[in-house]
């Protein structure tokens, strides 16, 4: 049987969601013993620049990471980030490993659940980048209004700052509710922190956590269960 791959992670955007998604790539890992796990390489780096503030160097930080996994002996990367995937290709070019996207993840599995509209709770960042994967997949994006993108990031910043209790909850149900109400017909955590707070039966649609699909994922690359992805030229 051939050597799983090493898996190296981009995380600490923030440090929370990271250790969430290492928990799934373990919990989803085949293993009778230790020996059975994956090799999992991470970079749990809070001190990347805000990836929501234009210009702030988070890309150049994100290159440097992966430059230095792949020098530790990772093969392919994960980020355990949404809005971070807007420097993938730099990430790929700079380290010269493929990335197992966690857009195009949470995009396919929206596309399978026979949705023509999603909503997707998310940074600005993260939302652009949704939404061309999402038409790719011929269908629409359903977003907060100005007011309601401006309350999702003062309760994304409330969960990064340790706050996952009820009236934080609350708030998230809201929103992806008012997202429903506006048409969704499934609705995407387009941030890794929203899934701390939000869970499938919460909704009157289908949830989708990406970061949690993107675990699965993992797995099967590493092990040759799935194909390794291709880097962009």
């Keep these: 049987m051939k050597e799983p791959l090493t898996l190296g992670v981009l995380g600490g955007m923030g440090p ?44 150049a930080v994100l290159a440097e990471m992966a ?20 420097h993938a290709g730099l990430i790929q ?9 966690l857009i195009e993840t949470g995009a396919q599995a929206a596309a399978s659940s026979g949705a023509a509209r999603a909503g997707v709770l998310g940074t600005k960042g993260a939302l652009k980048l949704y939404r061309e994967y999402l038409a790719a997949q011929a269908m629409g994006l359903v977003g907060l209004s100005p007011e309601g ?5 003062q309760v994304l910043y409330r969960i990064k700052a340790g706050d996952t209790g009820p009236e934080v909850k609350a708030a998230m149900v809201a929103l992806a509710d008012s997202l429903i ?18 869970a499938p039966g919460d909704l009157s649609v289908e949830f989708i956590d990406p970061g949690d699909l993107l675990a699965r994922r993992c797995v099967a690359v590493c092990l040759g269960m799935e194909p390794i992805p291709t880097i962009p030229a």
């Design 93 to 101: 070019r700079a380290s010269g490993l493929p990335l197992i996207d």
């Design 149 to 153: 993108q401006e309350e999702f990031m």
């Design 181 to 198: 109400a506006d048409g969704a017909e499934v609705v995407l955590a387009g941030c890794t922190e929203v899934p701390l707070v939000l």
């Design 67 to 86: 430059g230095a996994l792949r020098g530790a002996g990772a093969e392919v990367l994960a980020i355990a980030c949404n809005t971070a995937h807007a």
């Design 16 to 59: 929370a969601a990271t250790l969430d998604f290492l928990t799934r790539l373990q919990a989803y890992t085949p293993a009778e013993s230790d020996q059975d796990h994956l090799r999992v390489l991470v970079d749990i780096n809070p001190k990347v620049p805000d990836r929501n503030v234009p210009g702030s160097g988070a890309g």
